[in-house]
Nanobody
Framework: QVQLVESGGGLVQAGGSLRLSCAASGRTFSSFRPGMGWFRQAPGKEREFVAAITWSGGVPVYADSVKGRFTISKNNAENTVHLTMNSLKPEDTAAYYC??????????????????WGNGTQVTVSS
């Protein structure tokens, strides 16, 4: 079993930056080499894809809405995944969730491709 815990959310003004972190425990990334993703969900909306990265840290994939502003990175030795968010906009306000695939190393952009989820961290961007 894998436990994921997100941190780093908060309140920030438009144009500001935040860095989210996701720490995994229970199984190390090296034992099953999962593709990792970040999703977000605003009140009344469906959970949407934000960014994903392969186990090997290959070319990441981003949603069009965050491309050029957000960067996903991972540290396999520390079992952590990060999402650096720059030039934040009010429409980025949401709960952000870290997710891991069960056994596949590749990226995926749909929530049902991920087996493990954190409890989320809130990001609020004021205008």
């Amino acid at each position: 079993q894998v436990q994921l815990v997100e941190s780093g959310g908060g309140l920030v003004q438009a144009g500001g930056s935040l860095r989210l972190s996701c720490a995994a425990s229970g199984r190390t990334f090296s034992s099953f080499r999962p593709g990792m993703g970040w999703f977000r969900q605003a009140p009344g909306k469906e959970r949407e894809f934000v960014a994903a990265i392969t186990w090997s840290g290959g070319v990441p994939v981003y949603a069009d809405s965050v491309k050029g502003r957000f960067t996903i990175s991972k540290n396999n030795a520390e079992n952590t995944v990060h999402l650096t968010m720059n030039s934040l906009k009010p429409e980025d306000t949401a709960a952000y969730y870290c997710a891991a695939r069960r056994s596949l190393t590749s990226v995926a952009i749909t929530p049902n491709a991920y087996a493990y989820w954190g409890n989320g961290t809130q990001v609020t961007v004021s205008s």
